[in-house]
């Protein structure tokens, strides 16, 4: 993997786009209405986007997108999940808009969510299947990878949420709209994958650092005892493990970022950083998500408080493109091909240098 202090590119997206995300969605977030037990698309808020030139965003200008890289997606889709806006940007734009180009088709400008059926036609828990024109499918075709934009009304779809009530559904396509689809170049289906996870670290450490702020804040300001609660030895310790646990699930997705758009996925390093942010995104979460309720306590857990806005998301994000445990299970075997001998090379460079002979 390479050395990216040996690169000549960014590695942290503009800091004017960042300024203007980062506007853009607090403003959203103060203007939003009270939460709602279950999540759907806001329809104005896309618009809005669209006008932008966000939910295009990585897209080459060519293809009608707005030329962005990964950095800038990351950023797009971290501060977005920070305000918990209902917004399809990874699948739309990262995942569906991306497998169009590679395959060659045409991209409308209709709302997309995208999918992997399986060997039957059917995928489950896809998310905005409901609120897209068309469904863009990556299926594995015994050896042959095909990419298929299928207009809804072609597809069965199985109305479902997932646990953080965002429309989840089950879809299912007629064989025959997949077999028409274009084949595709063998790394297209095997990047999907690490692109869907790292898209979803992204999102899932977006929403930890505005807990963060949240957590902090609330220490602060709730009183106990006659003073802050933030002044309790055991309060300073759960809101510093949230801190922590968040600062290092964003060194982990930020290098793997960095990466990404250093080398247009290229760098063969790719599985093992994926690999480490999502693994680290994974175990980050489970004490971010606890600690920040005990800090909040009950008013954490109620419908009008934002807390739960933030925290049941990462928990469904976490578990999509690859549990917790088979990330861990990847890294764990990617650590035991290289041995003792090469097991820092592969944790410095992504790759295990070559054995030397005896």
Excluded at 114 to 140: F, H, K, Y
Excluded at 243 to 263: G, I, N, P, Q
Aim: net charge negative; aromatic share 4%.
């Amino acid at each position: 993997m390479t050395d990216l202090r040996d690169l000549a590119v960014p590695t942290r997206p503009d800091p004017d786009l960042v300024g203007m995300l980062t506007e853009l969605f607090d403003d959203y977030r103060s203007a939003r209405v009270a939460p709602t037990e279950v999540v759907d698309l806001d329809g104005d808020l896309w618009r809005r986007l669209d006008g932008l030139g966000l939910t295009r965003l990585t897209g080459s200008e060519a293809a009608g997108g707005s030329g962005g890289g990964w950095l800038e997606a990351a950023a797009l889709l971290g501060i977005a999940a920070g305000a918990a806006a209902p917004v399809p940007l990874a699948e739309h734009d990262v995942l569906g808009g991306w497998l169009l180009e590679a395959a060659g088709l045409a991209n409308d400008g209709g709302l997309r969510t995208v999918c992997r059926p399986d060997p039957s036609g059917v995928a489950l828990n896809v998310t905005w299947a409901r609120d897209a024109s068309s469904i863009v499918a990556l299926w594995e075709d015994r050896d042959d990878w095909r990419v298929v934009d299928v207009p809804v009304d072609r597809v069965g779809i199985e109305e479902r949420r997932n646990l953080a009530g965002e429309p989840s559904d089950t879809v299912e396509f007629d064989l025959g709209d997949l077999e028409a689809g274009v084949v595709v170049a063998h790394e297209i289906g095997e990047q999907f994958h690490l692109r869907g996870a790292l898209a979803r670290c992204a999102q899932v450490v977006g929403a930890m650092e505005r807990i963060v702020e949240v957590t902090v804040d609330h220490a602060r300001e709730r009183t106990q005892f006659g003073r802050p609660i933030g002044r309790f030895q055991a309060v300073q310790n759960l809101v510093a493990d949230v801190a922590a646990e968040t600062a290092l699930a964003r060194a982990a997705t930020d290098t793997a970022v960095a990466r990404a758009a250093a080398s247009d996925w290229r760098d063969p390093g790719m599985l093992f950083a994926v690999a480490v942010a999502k693994s680290c995104a994974g175990h980050s979460a489970s004490v971010v998500v606890r600690n920040a309720h005990q800090v909040l306590g009950a008013i954490g857990t109620t419908l009008e408080h934002e807390l739960h806005t933030l925290t049941k998301p990462i928990l469904a994000r976490r578990s999509e493109y690859g549990s917790l445990h088979e990330w861990d299970e990847t890294l764990t075997a990617l650590a035991a091909s290289a041995g003792h001998d090469r097991l820092w090379s592969l944790v410095t460079t992504g790759r295990a240098a070559p054995r030397r002979p005896h």
